[in-house]
T-cell receptor, first 110, second 113 residues
Framework: GQSLEQPSEVTAVEGAIVQINCTYQTSGFYGLSWYQQHDGGAPTFLSYNALDGLEETGRFSSFLSRSDSYGYLLLQELQMKDSASYFCAVRRDSSYKLIFGSGTRLLVRP | DTAVSQTPKYLVTQMGNDKSIKCEQNLGHDTMYWYKQDSKKFLKIMFSYNNKELIINETVPNRFSPKSPDKAHLNLHINSLELGDSAVYFC????????????FGPGTRLTVT
């Protein structure tokens, strides 16, 4: 079987740092992606990790530990516009498809 | 310049009807996908085509039939619509099957009454 677990909801204050965790159990593993989706909008790609370690892209960073089947998305200097749902997605090496987590709804408060 | 476009954006129809959703991408990508997002925002792959060839066919009712006339277009036809088909359907594309970055269309919100 396969599963991805993320917290359903996270609340943080504008200007703060927030970490959204993702643990996965899949029969194969190729890499972990993160997508952002605003209400009523389409998912948009944020980052991808195939190797252990931290990838930084501006205010957003993503981390992967393959041995722990764990990753996280780190958002710094939170802005109101970061309020959205964040999905982790696993690509298995035996398939071209992405398996998405159930998403974490981030609410940024003033 | 819209990268991935879908029509219609909203679709309200009655049970038992047949409807189609169209998708086009102008990114020159080889691979296209259909996803279904339910009311709990769970996003699930349905189908994928690579250069007009079906490569992913998840366990969906055979009332759903994708068609790719060329690699820039991927349409979804749904027969005998049911209440449970109500969802947002997203089309997406990627440069190739090996490319992890997928570009999503704006979605089609289907409501079956």
């Amino acid at each position: 079987g396969q599963s991805l677990e993320q917290p359903s909801e996270v609340t943080a204050v504008e200007g703060a740092i927030v970490q959204i965790n993702c643990t996965y159990q899949t029969s194969g593993f190729y890499g972990l992606s993160w997508y952002q989706q605003h209400d009523g909008g389409a998912p948009t790609f944020l980052s991808y990790n195939a190797l252990d370690g931290l990838e930084e892209t501006g205010r957003f960073s993503s981390f992967l530990s393959r041995s722990d089947s764990y990753g996280y998305l780190l958002l710094q200097e939170l802005q109101m516009k970061d309020s959205a749902s964040y999905f982790c997605a696993v690509r298995r090496d035996s398939s071209y498809k992405l398996i998405f987590g159930s998403g974490t709804r981030l609410l940024v408060r003033p | 310049d819209t990268a991935v476009s879908q029509t219609p954006k909203y679709l309200v129809t009655q049970m038992g009807n047949d409807k189609s959703i169209k998708c086009e991408q102008n990114l020159g990508h080889d691979t296209m996908y259909w996803y279904k997002q339910d009311s709990k925002k769970f996003l699930k792959i349905m189908f994928s085509y690579n250069n007009k060839e079906l490569i992913i066919n998840e366990t969906v009712p055979n009332r759903f039939s994708p068609k790719s006339p060329d690699k820039a277009h991927l349409n979804l036809h749904i027969n005998s619509l049911e209440l449970g088909d109500s969802a947002v359907y997203f089309c997406a594309s990627s440069q190739s099957t090996d490319n992890y970055e997928q570009y999503f269309g704006p979605g089609t919100r289907l409501t079956v009454t």
